[in-house]
């Protein structure tokens, strides 16, 4: 069986012997909306659980815009223009508005990706600037959640009148969906608040995974921040598997980022009849699979449609290499998951450590194994002897002593497939 994987900007052409018990399992979704600008602007002027933006708006001077980095696909130069249209129907000025990209612990977006993650108008026209997380001095404290975790957002998102956020929902590997709160915190949170929120305290409960929601811990803390921060409004879109809106959901924060999880869930469930021996999966190919960072959460996903001690192979083309410095120290000088995950559990939280921490959770449960040309095997510490600079030899290797009819499941976008195997293991 021939497959085309998503693999960095060009794709990837990967091949199973026949002899295997192949299944493709690809992103499903709603169809493309066929009006996206009236479905857009119905969405702004009829939002849910609140009333139209322009109103929200009136009186206010000021405006702060928390949008995406160039790792999500995004596709705010659709959705901004009706956004800001309407804020300068309500009174603020060009001036008055501020587009933040909510990097978290990102590096900051080149002048190159703006007009990418914009559009070259917009990125042209509009303060725009990237969220530091390292500047902790640029934070407003906000105090604590009642588990404890200090609250500090960029002063620039809590100087506005008027805070909002504009992002995409998909699942997310801690918070069950992405979207709505997380451009919030982490996006534009201190790393102090960062590395509570991803501190194993979070990481290792059963339910902060992906597509949970209900009784997700972590969900539950970033709805808390959020509204400490006052999160007066979201616009948020659900994407086709080419990356095209499927919906449009904007209103009051929590209830609109509701509808959209409800959304997705009567959309984009695929469910698995058994679990698989070995997945095949990849990170999504561009902008997702720039990092090797990024790539794990094809790693995680894939998880919950493979058996016990089953095999993982991801795919990723990793063309920015591994990431930031302290995830690659912490990669570079990995001996093994048991020996990580266990170092970890009571000393302070290093930046990025919860990435290699989520990693690690699969890891002693499967075999993992990796085609990610951008990094070498030096980088990879432990995890350095299953990497595979060919893509015949990395099937190959992910295959090597399983049994002919054994069941192959393949995953073309990777994270982007909300699949779920019955029964379920995780």
Request: with cysteine.
């Given at each position: 069986?021939?497959?085309?994987?998503?693999?960095?900007?060009?794709?990837?052409?990967?091949?199973?012997?026949?002899n295997?018990?192949?299944?493709?399992?690809?992103?499903?979704?709603?169809?493309a909306?066929?009006?996206v600008?009236?479905?857009?602007?119905?969405?702004?002027?009829?939002?849910?659980?609140?009333?139209?933006?322009?109103?929200?708006?009136?009186?206010?001077?000021?405006?702060?815009?928390?949008?995406?980095?160039?790792?999500r696909?995004?596709?705010?130069?659709?959705?901004?223009?009706?956004?800001?249209?309407?804020?300068?129907?309500?009174?603020?000025?060009?001036?008055?508005?501020?587009?933040?990209?909510?990097?978290?612990?990102?590096?900051?977006?080149?002048?190159?990706?703006?007009?990418?993650?914009?559009?070259?108008?917009?990125?042209?026209?509009?303060?725009?600037?990237?969220?530091?997380?390292?500047?902790?001095?640029?934070?407003?404290?906000?105090?604590?959640?009642?588990r404890?975790?200090?609250?500090?957002?960029?002063e620039?998102f809590?100087?506005?009148?008027?805070?909002?956020?504009?992002?995409?929902?998909?699942?997310?590997?801690?918070?069950?969906?992405?979207?709505?709160?997380?451009?919030?915190?982490?996006?534009?949170?201190?790393?102090?608040?960062?590395?509570?929120?991803?501190?194993?305290?979070f990481?290792?409960?059963?339910?902060?995974?992906?597509?949970?929601?209900?009784?997700?811990?972590?969900?539950?803390?970033?709805?808390?921040?959020?509204?400490?921060?006052?999160?007066?409004?979201?616009?948020?879109?659900?994407?086709?598997q080419?990356?095209?809106?499927?919906?449009?959901?904007?209103?009051?924060?929590?209830?609109?980022?509701?509808?959209?999880?409800a959304?997705?869930?009567?959309?984009?469930?695929?469910t698995?009849?058994?679990?698989?021996?070995?997945?095949?999966?990849?990170?999504?190919g561009?902008?997702?699979?720039?990092?090797?960072?990024?790539?794990?959460?094809?790693?995680?996903?894939?998880?919950?449609i493979v058996?016990?001690?089953?095999?993982?192979?991801?795919?990723?083309e990793?063309?920015?290499?591994?990431?930031?410095s302290?995830?690659?120290?912490?990669?570079?000088t990995l001996?093994?998951?048991?020996?990580?995950?266990?170092?970890i559990?009571?000393?302070?939280?290093?930046?990025d450590?919860?990435?290699?921490?989520?990693?690690?959770?699969?890891?002693?449960?499967?075999?993992?194994?990796?085609?990610?040309?951008?990094?070498?095997?030096?980088?990879?510490?432990?995890?350095?002897?299953?990497?595979?600079t060919?893509?015949?030899?990395?099937?190959?290797?992910?295959?090597?002593?399983v049994?002919?009819?054994?069941?192959?499941?393949?995953?073309?976008?990777g994270?982007?497939?909300?699949?779920?195997?019955?029964?379920?293991?995780?």
């Amino acid at each position: 069986m021939k497959t085309q994987f998503s693999f960095g900007k060009d794709g990837l052409l990967v091949s199973v012997p026949d002899n295997y018990a192949s299944q493709v399992v690809s992103s499903h979704s709603a169809p493309a909306l066929g009006d996206v600008p009236s479905a857009l602007a119905a969405a702004l002027d009829y939002p849910i659980g609140c009333r139209p933006l322009v109103e929200l708006a009136a009186g206010k001077r000021t405006a702060a815009i928390s949008v995406c980095d160039i790792t999500r696909p995004a596709p705010n130069s659709t959705t901004l223009p009706p956004l800001l249209n309407r804020l300068h129907q309500a009174g603020i000025p060009v001036e008055g508005i501020t587009i933040l990209i909510a990097t978290g612990l990102h590096r900051d977006a080149t002048r190159e990706e703006l007009d990418i993650i914009l559009g070259p108008e917009i990125a042209g026209t509009y303060r725009v600037e990237s969220h530091d997380a390292r500047d902790f001095a640029a934070h407003r404290a906000l105090g604590s959640t009642r588990r404890g975790t200090p609250v500090y957002i960029d002063e620039r998102f809590m100087a506005a009148d008027l805070h909002i956020t504009l992002g995409f929902v998909e699942q997310h590997l801690m918070l069950g969906f992405s979207g709505g709160r997380k451009l919030v915190a982490p996006g534009q949170a201190a790393q102090e608040t960062i590395k509570v929120i991803h501190s194993p305290r979070f990481m290792r409960e059963p339910m902060a995974t992906e597509g949970s929601i209900e009784g997700n811990p972590l969900h539950d803390e970033l709805l808390e921040i959020a509204a400490m921060a006052r999160h007066d409004f979201m616009l948020d879109v659900t994407l086709t598997q080419g990356r095209e809106i499927s919906g449009v959901f904007a209103g009051e924060p929590v209830k609109a980022h509701a509808k959209a999880v409800a959304f997705l869930e009567q959309t984009s469930l695929e469910t698995l009849s058994e679990p698989a021996d070995v997945v095949i999966t990849s990170a999504a190919g561009y902008p997702l699979d720039l990092t090797f960072y990024q790539t794990v959460k094809g790693i995680t996903a894939a998880e919950h449609i493979v058996k016990p001690g089953g095999r993982i192979l991801l795919l990723g083309e990793c063309a920015e290499g591994i990431g930031g410095s302290e995830f690659a120290e912490l990669l570079r000088t990995l001996t093994g998951f048991q020996d990580f995950l266990d170092a970890i559990r009571e000393t302070p939280v290093e930046v990025d450590q919860w990435q290699l921490e989520k990693l690690a959770l699969v890891g002693v449960e499967h075999e993992l194994f990796f085609y990610t040309p951008g990094v070498t095997t030096d980088q990879l510490g432990c995890l350095g002897s299953r990497l595979f600079t060919d893509i015949d030899r990395a099937v190959a290797a992910v295959l090597e002593g399983v049994p002919p009819g054994a069941r192959v499941v393949l995953v073309p976008d990777g994270p982007y497939a909300y699949a779920r195997a019955v029964p379920a293991y995780v």
